[in-house]
């Protein structure tokens, strides 16, 4: 039997029952009733960050997924996330074939956000698109539009909200432009492309794209592309690796040993926002490793010779 029948089933049936459950807007208050914050719903905690960033107290969020580690890629929604999605007045997904299936679950009601809509993502793609300055500007700007049209009342403080956090994604872009000026075309291997896009916006360059790629979409690593990897690894012509601490797969537990005996240095990016901080905060901190590793592994200068 399909496997897609069965989940279309408890959709429909999810829905339904919903549906006839109260949807809880207003709150009391000692004037009277007032309407609650618009309730934005995610699949990842990551984006909920930033959309709370943006809205402040004119915003409630809830984040599906509340274990750091959690694959959203094989994530099996239950009765409690297919009722938290259909109550809420909005959701916010990734896209790019990572939580999409949270779609599939909404009534008509229920604005949808696709963080996806706003690159020329592909098939095959790396899909963490938090890690996409560009993306998550526009992202952003497009929760602020929403929000104002929602509580006009609030217009000034989400507009002011917006500019601190745009102000933020200006601050990581010198940084990466900071890097790319003294370390364009560094060479580095990922076991797993989460992070590649914030890499490559420093300017370095992957240079197993191909086999990270085939390892997160489980499509096969060819031979060649291990070979290349291994070769890479043993020759030290890359400065760093890059390891996914959610991925438990044994092609990349090797490579990963591989480098530590070489002595390359291992940098962790996960795709899980880090408790207790924001996604700035997640993305500064990375850099700041990448910024270690890229010392670790200088080029050590030649010494100069002294004159006679």
Request: aromatic residues 6%; proline residues 8%; charged residues 15%.
């Amino acid at each position: 039997m399909s496997l897609l029948r069965p989940f279309a089933y408890l959709s429909f049936l999810l829905l339904l029952i919903a549906g006839l459950l109260p949807r809880p807007v207003l709150a009391e208050t000692g004037a009277g009733q007032e309407q609650a914050p618009p309730l934005l719903t995610c699949v990842e905690p990551v984006w909920c960050d930033v959309a709370q960033q943006i809205g402040g107290p004119a915003l409630r969020t809830h984040a599906l997924i509340t274990s750091e580690g959690l694959d959203p890629h094989h994530l099996q929604p239950s009765p409690l996330m297919a009722r938290q999605l259909a109550v809420s007045d909005a959701v916010l997904l990734n896209g790019a074939n990572y939580d999409d299936w949270a779609a599939k679950l909404l009534p008509p009601s229920v604005t949808l956000f696709m963080a996806a809509d706003h690159t020329g993502w592909l098939a095959g793609d790396d899909p963490h698109l938090f890690f996409d300055l560009p993306t998550v500007r526009k992202t952003a700007q497009q929760i602020a539009t929403w929000l104002i049209a929602r509580t006009p009342q609030n217009h000034q403080d989400i507009s002011n909200r917006l500019a601190l956090f745009e102000k933020q994604i200006d601050l990581i872009s010198e940084r990466l432009q900071t890097i790319s000026l003294s370390h364009h075309g560094t060479p580095f291997a990922m076991t797993e492309p989460a992070g590649a896009r914030l890499l490559l916006a420093a300017g370095l360059e992957m240079t197993d794209q191909s086999w990270a790629r085939a390892l997160m979409n489980e499509s096969g690593l060819a031979p060649y592309d291990t070979a290349q990897l291994e070769t890479a690894i043993q020759r030290k012509t890359i400065r760093f690796m890059v390891y996914n601490p959610a991925i438990s797969a044994p092609q990349a537990s090797r490579v990963e040993d591989m480098a530590r005996q070489a002595g390359i240095p291992l940098i962790a990016i996960g795709e899980s926002l880090p408790a207790k901080q924001h996604w700035q905060d997640w993305l500064n901190t990375i850099l700041t490793s990448l910024e270690e590793a890229l010392k670790q592994t200088a080029p050590q200068a030649a010494p100069t010779q002294s004159q006679p």
